[in-house]
């Protein structure tokens, strides 16, 4: 025994593991008792190769039995010929049919000899030849045979060409679109062999009579080994003759080849085979389903009459490329994968390589869906070629690059896959083997080119691929297949995405462009020339311009969109946005149809474009969190100037964000005021650290430190987007340094701080205001805290006790900050409150404030700030309130305008719907106000009181396109005057 295995232990090095492998090998001549066959040594190497090496050699054994005078001349050849090594041995290694079919007739080997194979444009001549004895066609069983045997002698010729490289790696790889095609048009051939048939046996020509239209994956040119041949029959003149030929051809191919299913034709496999011209029309215009011009979407004419196939596809063509305009027509696509999704069954839909998730079908549907909606107006989509399809959607912008080439590579992968699992026993299978199969792995992987990596045995690497595949396949799926952007393009009518100048113009115009020539000569700048740019512009643009067209400026808004595509045309990842990202398109046109600040940012903040589709992005960092990331990232720069370069840019982003929510409305009033306060103090304790180590560096060191006490709104955190920073400047000298020193280096920071940020940009001003310091213009920049002490103490007047209700520490040293607020708490909330003559020189001093400030001209009942009930009547309210009170009423000594005010319900110093109605208006005006900067792109106090600037007002107001942008106004008024009725009351106690 120990001398029998020693053998089989050799052969079995070489992949064979039947322990009559050696005695087969020794059969053939390839083995010695000594061992392998010098000789042979090349051809045991490709033997091991094979998917199944056992196999391979068995089915060799069988050939060389049935016909033992070829098989000398078989073994010099597979000795010598190394294309023909791979070619018949990878079939016998992977098939089983075909082996058998090597078996049954063994001349055949020499199919798969020489250089080349048979030609493609050549089967047809060889089917016609098989079903003929040269003087007539046969019949019956005589032409099934017949068919069969020629159709399988080619099916081997394009399964080794296929196979080959697996067992000889040096050979040059089938590509699978070569494979497939040859596969197609085998079948056409065999189609057409068999019409030929069916015309003699019926004794009818089909010219005139009847035309063969393939479906699915034959029209597409991409048929499997195993597969149906879908076809509709188109009928001319006498109908029942047709009806007979299309039933003896589909009877004659399908015994010979392969089933010809006609269950795509009108009405399914219920209505009528054959159909003339005149009713397959009337059907498809009257009561086809959305799925059935997908089918056709891959028709096309194949055998029969070639005129009547041609107008069959002349007249199918236009319904296609229009049925993207049906009602719900991506909903329906959408609908009809999930229904082909679920009629899985569970314990099969992860190993289903067609209809599972992540497999053929997620690709086809999701290609097909592209095609159909942008195939519209560019015809390079019209491919029924899945790959080539994929390939133009690529190149013209639909489909990213990456995820059309990783769609591409997944698909040939599941389709090879497919092709090896068919080819095994030449059936119909489309499952992934178990995972606790070793063995149908093992061969599938070798099969499929997969071979063992970095230590992974080829079941692993197999199971590996395609676990990752079908994953990725499902990713870029339900990305692109879901794409929100395309029920918005196939609601575009087909006319619109094809813009002739005159047809453009008068569409424009329509829409409510004013100017069209304007917007047809941006739309020329967007689309010219023949680069990627410019194709998915053109996919854009009809959606854009119908969204603008919704929005209160849309001549204004396509201008800003083109200077932002302008300006953000080197953005890799700009125009791949919009393409995947509906919701950003969508809110993108509102906000360039809106504002004009906000395509002046975004030129300069681009990242934030893309936080537009998503809702918590926009919304989601809190004002701290900003504040401390913009900190930091100033603090690492080199130099003051650096420093407010990366302060600005960093604001700007901020400020971008949040009026981009603000617009949409995700953000409420207060929010909007707390981040844009809470920015603006981050900017300066930015600044006046980098401001300070300047100047310690060229003094040689801090002589003083300071303090930036935020007043006015800054102060309040109630900042608008134009709103000054209004701030108090304290300082106190450090250990050994004079009071006058002290001063003059605070002063300079002071200086310093204020230049930088108010240097001129083109992002919003960042004024810094100390106008509200003592003596106000004429005063020190800079004061020592005694100094604040000295002069509030001696000098205060009752405006500026008011003005420091809102005294708050920004930025500089918090120490020097606490000792700041606790000297002012007795002045601005003194002991007693007011007497009555300070209350009277109060509501004198915001009298004469409304009659001198109000610009001349100015409607008092729609300034947001010195208008009736506007914000100078609740805050004069609130803080009047508070002078008064506050020493007693702990809850008034805030600076928030509406908390404070609600301090005053529980207090019973007001009702509470005199509260609610001060509250109410003083965040509608606020908003009002910060609204209108936004729209007009500079800070503003007066409403709009017409035109596209109070139409867009009044839109981020809820308001509908189509309403009256004058009741906005109406409702403005209505809920100031309210309150302006109770500030007379409250405030002048009238």
């Given amino acids: 025994m120990a001398e029998r295995a020693r053998p089989v232990t050799s052969a079995a090095r070489y992949g064979f593991t039947d322990r009559a492998a050696r005695e087969t090998l020794d059969a053939v001549g390839w083995w010695t008792r000594h061992g392998p066959e010098p000789e042979a040594l090349e051809l045991l190497s490709a033997l091991a190769r094979t998917p199944d090496p056992d196999l391979a050699l068995l089915t060799l054994d069988r050939i060389r039995n049935a016909d033992e005078v070829a098989w000398p001349e078989i073994d010099r050849r597979l000795r010598s010929d190394r294309r023909l090594r791979g070619r018949l041995l990878s079939v016998l290694g992977c098939s089983t049919v075909l082996g058998d079919l090597l078996v049954s007739e063994p001349e055949r080997w020499r199919r798969l000899a020489g250089a080349s194979l048979t030609p493609v444009r050549d089967y047809d001549a060889q089917l016609l030849d098989a079903v003929s004895d040269g003087e007539s066609l ?42 497939t095609r040859a596969l197609t048009a085998l079948a056409e051939a065999a189609l057409r062999a068999g019409l030929a048939v069916a015309e003699h046996e019926v004794g009818h020509a089909a010219d005139g009579t009847l035309a063969v239209i393939a479906m699915g994956k034959c029209g597409a040119r991409e048929l499997n080994y195993v597969s149906d041949v879908d076809v509709v029959f188109v009928g001319a003149g006498d109908i029942p003759v047709a009806t007979r030929l299309a039933a003896s051809l589909m009877r004659i191919v399908g015994q010979a080849c392969f089933e010809v299913d006609a269950g795509l034709r009108p009405e399914g496999k219920s209505g009528a085979l054959v159909r003339s011209l005149d009713s397959h029309e009337t059907y498809y215009k009257r009561w086809a389903r959305t799925w059935e011009f997908q089918a056709l979407l891959k028709a096309r004419p194949v055998a029969g009459d070639v005129e009547l196939g041609v107008d069959y596809a002349e007249l199918v063509a236009p319904m296609v490329w229009a049925a993207a305009e049906r009602e719900d027509f991506v909903a329906d696509v959408r609908r009809m994968r999930r229904r082909v999704e679920r009629h899985v069954p569970a314990e099969l839909v992860e190993r289903e390589l067609k209809l599972g998730r992540g497999g053929l079908r997620d690709v086809e549907f999701a290609v097909q869906l592209l095609q159909l909606v942008h195939g519209r107006a560019d015809t390079t989509l019209r491919s029924p070629s899945t790959v080539d399809a994929l390939e133009a959607l690529g190149a013209g912008g639909y489909v990213g690059r990456a995820d059309a080439a990783e769609l591409r590579e997944s698909y040939e992968f599941l389709r090879t896959v497919e092709h090896r699992l068919q080819l095994r026993g030449l059936r119909r299978t489309h499952l992934f083997p178990k995972l606790d199969d070793a063995e149908e792995l093992r061969w599938l992987a070798r099969a499929s080119g997969v071979r063992p990596s970095r230590g992974r045995p080829e079941i692993e690497v197999l199971t590996a691929e395609f676990r990752r595949h079908a994953r990725r396949v499902r990713r870029l799926h339900e990305k692109l297949f879901y794409r929100p952007l395309l029920e918005a393009v196939s609601k575009v009518p087909t006319a619109a995405l094809r813009l002739t100048t005159q047809q453009a113009a008068s569409r424009l115009a329509a829409l409510g462009y004013l100017a069209p020539d304007g917007a047809l000569r941006h739309i020329d700048a967007l689309t010219s020339g023949v680069s990627r740019r410019a194709a998915i512009q053109e996919t854009l643009l009809p959606v854009l311009l119908d969204l603008l067209a919704d929005t209160p400026d849309p001549d204004g808004g396509l201008l800003s969109y083109r200077r932002v595509s302008e300006a953000l045309a080197d953005t890799p990842w700009y125009l791949r946005v919009l393409r995947d990202e509906a919701a950003v398109v969508e809110r993108l046109a509102f906000l360039l149809g809106t504002s004009k600040l906000v395509p002046d940012l975004l030129v300069r903040a681009p990242e934030v474009l893309q936080r537009l589709g998503d809702a918590d992005a926009l919304t989601g960092r809190a004002p701290e969190e900003v504040a401390r990331s913009l900190r930091a990232a100033a603090g690492r720069q080199p130099g003051m100037d650096a420093t407010v370069v990366a302060a600005r840019s960093l604001r700007r982003h901020e400020l971008l964000r949040v009026a981009c929510a603000d617009l949409l409305g995700l953000l409420d009033v207060s929010t909007v005021c707390v981040a844009l306060s809470s920015v603006w103090t981050a900017v300066l304790q930015a600044a006046l650290v980098a401001a300070v180590r300047k100047r310690a560096e060229e003094t040689g060191g801090e002589r003083a430190r300071i303090v930036v006490i935020g007043m006015g709104r800054l102060g309040g955190e109630e900042l608008g987007y134009g709103s000054d920073a209004d701030v108090l400047f304290v300082c106190e000298p450090v250990d050994g340094v004079e009071d006058s020193e002290a001063v003059r280096f605070a002063t300079a920071v002071a200086e310093s701080v204020r230049s930088a940020l108010g240097a001129p940009s083109q992002d919003p001003a960042l004024s810094v205001d100390a106008d509200l310091r003592p003596e106000g213009r004429n005063g020190p920049l800079v004061r020592t805290l005694e100094s604040y002490r000295a002069y509030y103490t ?69 300034h947001t700030k010195l208008g009736r009930g506007g914000l100078a009547d609740v805050e004069w309210t609130a803080q009047l309130m508070q002078l008064r009170y506050a020493s007693e009423l702990p809850g008034l000594r805030t600076t928030s305008t509406p908390a404070a005010l609600r301090t005053l319900v529980d207090a019973g110093l007001a009702e509470r719907d005199d509260v609610d109605a001060l509250i109410r208006s003083w965040e509608l005006a606020t908003r009002a106000r910060n609204v209108t900067m936004l729209v007009k792109g500079k800070p503003s106090d007066q409403l709009p009181a017409s035109g596209r600037e109070l139409a867009a007002v009044a839109r981020v107001f809820g308001h509908a396109a189509d309403d009256d942008p004058g009741e906005f106004l109406d ?17 002048y106690e009238s």
Avoid at 154 to 163: G, K, V, Y
Avoid at 806 to 828: K, S, T, Y
Avoid at 975 to 980: E, F, G, I, K, L
Wanted: with cysteine.
């Fill in 138 to 179: 046969l019949t019956g069983p005589a032409a099934v045979q017949a068919l069969r045997s020629a159709y399988r002698g080619l099916l081997l010729e394009i399964a080794a060409a296929d196979l080959a490289c697996v067992v000889e790696p040096d050979l040059e790889r089938a590509r699978l679109d070569d494979i």
């Fill in 794 to 862: 001696r000098w205060g007047e009752v405006w500026e006790r008011q003005a420091l209700l809102r005294a708050r520490v920004v930025a500089g040293d918090a120490e020097l900050g606490e000792r700041f607020i606790e000297m002012v708490n007795p002045l601005r909330y003194p002991d007693g409150g007011l007497d009555s003559a300070k209350v009277r020189e109060i509501r004198r001093i915001k009298a004469r404030v409304e009659k001198e400030r109000i610009p001349r001209g100015a409607d008092p009942t729609t």
């Fill in 971 to 987: 409702t403005y008024r209505r809920v100031t005057r309210r309150a302006h009725a109770v500030v007379q009351r409250l405030f």
